[in-house]
């Protein structure tokens, strides 16, 4: 049995039967059957069906934004966003696929040699609770234009946003089963990853988990795209615009509720401005409204399980028992649901827990530094990297910053944030491959050369 509940009441909101041994074979046989008739679909085809889902997107958007609202608890404004986001991503492939399939011609001393782009297959998709359409459908645009299935093992809290997903991509004309979602635990993805019709995986999750899944993929030799866990560092140096950088540090924290592989979490301030940017941080955090997520002002909602929240509690009391000092927050918020105060650790250093762990939730962690040396030094000092931001007004020194910090992305005077239009992806800890842009569609494509001699007499 899988339980679906409201993280802002406790309450049941379904519960549906897994699918056992019989419901997942009848499945991937399906699924297996419909890709291999996709993939012989022509291209041009295949985006016109990406162009209607983006459409189905947009106009079942407020009832799958409650969806979204419903089961993990972010603020329905957010949760529009989310879907708004996905609809542009398939407009986005539908466009610019062709172009990006596009045969190589790549000069030898054949009369023709090029390289050809083909699907994989089967991709199997272990995805999280966070973004619970943005997360699957970013991966699943260019995975479907390229003529490639989707095999959908949804986070378990969210099973109502993954029979959504499904119902819409057949509505929207995909053939029935290209896009599949399985009901199961997380104890069936090892099983899943070794049948035969499943050709790649792709995993968006922590890094425990994602090792688990890379050791799966590469004991049966499959392609595997991990995008893990994330410290991200929030680089303040003493020349940025000052108002400018807290007012967006405080959206790349707590946005999601701070529940996002890609929030700043770190926030490396250089001295002679830091107690300017803790107190412009601090008045805007000050602002945030915790409330229940489906009314409309709120700002911050509900954390997606209170077993989440006591994680994050654990980590902003050890960093204060530590020494770091607490300005804002730094509780669960009384009464039901699983809400946490907007918290503001200041004095942190690079060792306590709340900036040597991944915190997930809505906690800042302030980290004062003589210069930016210092600052480059204490970004790179975590296991992780997948994005940072570097805030300065001076865009030559930036250049050369960007080049050294260890992350999969750098933004300088910006919010870290995915685009279609860009890859995605980490390094280290963060993991490996990447997602959107034209890289994010060759990952699961096959990079096939054909070579042809000289036309015989």
């Known amino acids: 049995m899988i339980v679906s509940r409201n993280p802002a009441t406790g309450e049941t909101l379904v519960r549906v039967d897994a699918h056992d041994a019989s419901i997942i074979e009848q499945r991937l046989a399906r699924a297996h059957a419909a890709q291999k008739n ?23 958007k407020d009832d799958l934004a409650r969806t979204i609202t419903l089961e ?47 699907p994989l297959g089967l991709v199997l998709a272990v995805m999280p609770w966070n973004y619970p359409l943005w997360q699957v459908l970013r991966a699943a645009a260019p995975i479907l234009v390229g003529g490639n299935g989707l095999v959908l093992k949804h986070a378990s809290n969210v099973p109502q946003c993954a029979l959504a997903i499904e119902a819409l991509c057949r509505r929207a004309g995909l053939p029935d089963g290209l896009v599949t979602a399985l009901l199961v635990g997380a104890e069936r993805v090892p099983a899943l990853i070794a049948d035969d019709r499943i050709s790649a995986v792709t995993f968006t999750g922590s890094t425990p988990a994602g090792r688990s ?18 410290s991200d560092p929030f680089i303040v140096l003493a020349d940025a615009e000052i108002e400018t950088a807290a007012a967006i540090a405080v959206k790349a924290r ?15 301030v250089e001295q002679p401005v830091a107690d300017r940017f803790v107190e412009a941080f601090c008045e805007h955090v000050r602002k945030l409204v915790v409330d229940d997520p489906l009314k409309a002002g709120t700002t911050q909602g509900s954390m997606a399980r209170t077993s989440l929240r006591e994680e994050l509690d654990v980590q902003v009391r050890a960093s204060i028992q530590e020494g770091a000092r607490l300005l804002l927050g730094g ?14 650790l200041d004095h942190m250093r690079p060792e306590m827990t709340a900036a040597r762990e991944e915190t997930f939730g809505p906690a800042a962690a302030i980290i004062r530094v003589r210069d930016a040396d210092e600052a480059l030094l204490v970004a790179n000092g975590t296991p992780f990297g997948l994005g940072a931001a570097v805030w300065t007004t001076d865009l030559d020194r930036a250049a050369r910053l960007a080049r050294k910090v260890d992350a999969g992305a750098v933004f300088v005077n910006g919010l870290v944030a995915s685009d279609p239009r860009l890859p995605f992806g980490g390094i280290k800890a963060s993991g490996y491959g990447r997602e959107l842009g034209r890289l994010g569609l060759l990952e699961f494509m096959n990079a096939k050369t054909v070579w042809t001699g000289p036309a015989r007499a």
């Not at 996709?38 to 079942?60: F, G, I, K, N, S």
């Not at 596009?102 to 009369?111: R, Y």
């Open 213 to 230: 899944i890379a050791a799966a993929a590469g004991q049966s030799l499959k392609k595997q795209v991990l995008e893990l866990g994330g």
């Open 331 to 344: 509780r669960p918020v009384p009464g039901p649901g699983a809400f946490y105060e907007p918290t503001v």
């Open 38 to 60: 996709w993939a012989q679909v022509p291209l041009c085809d295949r985006a016109v069906v990406l162009q209607r889902v983006a459409q189905e997107l947009r106009q079942l």
């Open 72 to 118: 993990m608890g972010k603020p329905f404004a957010e949760s529009i966003a989310e879907v708004e986001k996905c609809a542009w991503n398939f407009d986005h492939y539908a466009d610019a696929a062709t172009a990006m399939l596009a045969d190589e011609i790549v000069p030898s001393g054949a009369s023709d040699s090029r390289i050809v782009h083909d």
């Open 254 to 268: 707590f946005q999601n509720t701070g529940q996002s592989c890609i929030a700043a979490k770190r926030f490396i």
